[in-house]
């Protein structure tokens, strides 16, 4: 449990700073800290135990059909990366805190390096395959978020969204990896993965998961050739270079690739793969760190060449390799963050990090000054320093290898080359900035920073040294634990300053001789590489960005011309096309079925549908003429429902068909009365052949079917109807009972239509016509008087029949959705004969909560069936007496029921009469360009 | 009978989808009303053509099949709600864009990406 709250304790960290915003900076940072240091004092309360040679687990079922475990692990070199990352991301907190600019959003920033830290700790402790492919794209966009934390610049827009794309693409290759050893072992857990070495290396596709995991780690940790982003990741404000891109987050990959090392780590591939990778990194990023003149450039490739360094002392996987390895990720972190602040004070003070603005700085920040060099000796790998250590463990192991056969010297030649220039820069770094006096002065007068700004760094310095001098005592426990955990083995070794006169101590006496000597004569160099065109990352990247991106456009611009005619004629073809294709794969298309007759009233209405059909088309100029078209095919299909046994649907088609009427011709009032010539001939012929190849494919399908036996899951709803349901009309029992969940998502879509509609009519510029098509104005006889006195009379006998076709919906045709469009067809005929005033007046109420309510009550009629402990939406019903009416049955569907009758009446008349009314005073919005004008609408 | 149903439902679809092709809005909206009717037929038969066995269950009988029924009739409403969206983003469009052409569009842009 406590490595749960380990893991979780900076997740829920991420809400502090977002939520405290709002507070002094002080308090905020201070708070903010709290969850990351009782996770860290969490993790070293752990220690004692993991002494005694355990290994923590905790895990429970996240998603078990995917093989996703909440499963943590804390073993050594989990503890190592928690120390790292919860230690330096305290004393970058604090470091921030003095950093940022007093207006900049800091409660924004500390959120997103809390996530950041959080999601490094998930990578550090998962214990599942999944999940640490998910904390890892979690520090992906969490980098992300930080490099491009200054959004208004561009260089860190482009620069987060190429490390974005780097490690991101990495990301997919590893996750594509880890599936594949997933698959060999049969499971994602990380005890049995590390178990499995055996079985990945014997399986076949062992070099292809190999290669999908090293190259999500080698994006990941910048190695060659995919460093180019951690330089440009650098427009990032300090705190976040010092922390993801130096101690931590490049780290990812290399903690990857040794928490694999057991299972993957067997074959010669990849010693060889790995070990070449990390020397050509080692060598590539310490020249240019040489040449560069960006304070935090030079860091950025220095940090690139260290984690090659790693990288190769892991692909040489000798114990003695590992252990120096896993030494150097720590000291590593331990100066570079440290470093990375320094550079920020320099930048922080002096306002500019060019080197060659920059210099004499010694005398206005002597212990600024002191530090870096200290750090930097310890980065050159200078005695009685950390750095010194590791670096001579690593020419150790080099020089020990013998994996290039006869060109094994090799190695320990390119590791002291590395060497050399490591010198070299690290001296220039501190020489150009500190001692060298300046060219000119910088933009403004340099001073100390603020006494705790400086902190972290005193901090770090001093332990570089206490590591230097007495590494066994201080590093030795964490490092057994870690190398336990990654050799799954115990293993002797001593840390030690002196171990004689030997080849490793001559390797690193010529890295110090020759390294000063490359500094003095860098100007030769930097001359001699003038004369190459130099070659930037980010151009590359973002030409090659672009030039997808017109690629893209070019291709797109075929078919996308902004056409909705064009994008219907595609997508008509295409489904013409494959459902076509699909006809002709049938053997015949008549099936076995018997046919019925045709007689005369068939025939005649079929003749009279296909009409009105055609003439709707081909009356379509004329608008009016065309609706009134529609409406003759309306009540035809109305009818054809009623002759084939859906009484129902024919009463539903009956009133919606009244209600689109009226709805189509209101619209059609504020709409051109008619349809001008416009498209030409020969398009006109294009589109009726796609039309009628589509109508007959349709044909052709209908035909085939009806042709077929149907049998379906009928039967089902007809025998249970009644002893399940309690109704008689089965097409409302299905409606409202079987799949009530259904008609619950159709009128929650109808209440959401009705309040878009009622969006959209807000603020309409309208185009009022005073006359029509044929220059006739508008009749003055607003309120004829029939109608008038008609539609009272007839408004409660309406109001009866939907209460009636209501009550009786449950076991004869009707319900809640024809009993409501009846009842909103009456109101809507009030307000057509005496107009909005009148009717407003009488019907004083919004129609939205109608609506909702409707829905609402549905919902709730679903959700009480939890109450009885039934799943959702479970009816249930039972017949009463009552003395003088007789025996009656009541259903909660009913309930359901006169939810659907609400949402329907509601979002009905919120769509008609908000339409109405757009000409009066009453419409939804009074803040139109238009003033009302004088006529009115029916 | 099949065949005579059949194409009544092609035709239909045929204008309808004819319509849906014209490049004004309203006859875009009276081709989608003409479409849904075609698709409502051409899902209600489905269930297969029954004369005289609408499904109010009493006793024994030959019913026609009630699930299509039951999700026509949900069709038909969306359906309603469906028209009246897209002819109010019609009134929409055209007190917006001055025109009642579908490519939502003023006049003046299409001209220029016409060129």
Known sequence: MTL???????????????????????????????????????????????????????????????????AFRLDGLSVLFNLLILGIGLLILLYAHYYLAPEEPYGRFYAYLILFMSSMVGIAMADNLLLLWMFWELTSLSSFLLIGFWSHRSDARKGARMALAVTGAGGLALLAGLL?????????????????????????????????????????????????????????????????????????????????????AGGELWTLVVTL???????????????????KGILAFSTVSHLGLITALLGIGTPMAVLAALFHILNHATFKAALFMSAGIIDHETGTRDLSRLGGLRRAMPITALLTSILAAAMAGVPLLNGFIS????????????????????????????????????????????????????????????????????????????????????AGGLLDLATRAVLGEPMEFHLAIWHGVNLPLLMSLIALAAGVGTYLGHRHLQRFLKGFKPVDARLVFEGSVQCVGRYAEAWLGRFDNASLQRYMSLLLLTAVVLAGLGLFMMPNLAGDQPRGEIDGVLLTGAILLMFSGIATVATHRYRLISLLMLSMVGLLVSLTFARFSAPDLALTQLSVEVVTMILLMLALFFLPQKTPRESSMPRNLRDSALAMALGMVIASLNYAVLTR?????????????????????????ILVDFRGFDTLGEI?????????????????????????????????????MILTTISQALLPLALLVSAFIFLRGHNLPGGGFIAGLITAVALILLYMARGVEWAQARLDF??????????????????????????????????????????????????????????????TLMILANLGKLTTPHRPSKESNIAPPSEETS | MESLYAITTGVLSACGLYLTLRGRTFPVVVGLTLLSYAVNLFLFSMGGLTTDGAVVVNGDGDYADPLPQALVLTAIVIGFAMTAFAVILAMRARGDMGNDHVDGRKHEDREETRR
């Not at chain 1, 002094?24 to 005694?52: G, H, I």
């Not at chain 1, 990941?220 to 130096?246: D, E, G, I, N, R």
């Not at chain 1, 990778?277 to 304070?295: E, P, Q, S």
């Open chain 1, 846 to 907: 919004q129609y939205q909560p109608v609506a909702i309510a409707g829905v609402g009550l549905a919902t709730l009629t679903g959700l009480g069936s939890w109450l009885f402990g039934h799943p959702f939406l479970t009816s249930s019903f039972g017949h009463f007496h009552l003395p003088v009416i007789g025996d009656f049955e009541l259903a909660t569907a009913m309930i359901f029921d006169l939810g659907v009758y609400l949402a329907v009446v509601g979002a």
């Open chain 1, 748 to 784: 929650t879509v109808l209440a959401i239509a009705g309040l878009a509609i009622l969006k959209l009519l807000n603020r309409l510029r309208l185009f009022m016509p005073h006359s029509d098509s044929e220059g006739r104005l508008w009749s003055p006889d607003r309120y004829p």
């Open chain 1, 277 to 295: 990778v990390g020397m050509t990194t080692l060598l590539y990023g310490a020249w240019f760190a040489l040449m560069k003149t960006d304070l």
């Open chain 1, 709 to 733: 036996d149907n049998a379906s899951i009928a039967g089902f709803f007809i025998d249970n109807s009644v002893p399940g349901g309690g109704g008689h009309n089965v097409v409302n029992v």
């Open chain 1, 391 to 474: 670096k001579e463990m690593f020419f150790t192991s080099a020089a020990g290898t013998d994996m290039l056969g006869g060109i094994s010297w090799l190695l320990p030649v390119l590791a002291t080359l590395g060497g050399i220039l490591s010198v070299a820069y690290s001296l220039r770094l501190v020489h150009a900035v500190f001692f060298k006096p300046a060219r000119e002065a910088p933009p403004k007068s340099p001073h100390e920073p603020p006494r705790l700004m400086r902190a972290p760094v005193e901090l770090l310095a001093v332990l570089c040294i206490l590591v230097g001098l007495l590494p066994s005592p201080l």
């Open chain 1, 4 to 70: 749960l709250w380990i893991a979780l304790l900076p997740l829920v960290g991420v809400l502090v700073p977002a939520f405290g915003a709002r507070l002094e900076r002080p308090l905020c940072s201070l708070v903010t800290a709290v969850l990351p240091t009782t996770a860290l004092l969490l993790t070293l309360a752990q220690l004692p135990a993991l002494l005694d040679g355990e290994t923590l687990r905790f895990a429970v079922d996240w998603v078990p059909s995917l093989g996703l475990e909440l």
């Open chain 1, 180 to 264: 594949l050893l997933g698959d060999m072992i049969g499971s994602f857990d990380m005890n049995q993965v590390l178990a499995s070495g055996d079985v990945i290396l014997a399986d076949e596709r062992y070099p292809l998961a190999l290669g999908l995991v090293l190259l999500g780690a080698f994006a990941k940790s910048a190695q060659f050739p995919f460093h180019f982003w951690l330089p440009h990741a650098m427009a990032a404000p300090t705190p976040v270079s010092a922390y993801l891109h130096s101690a931590t987050m490049v780290k990812a990959g290399i903690l990857l690739m040794a928490r694999l090392h057991p299972a993957i």
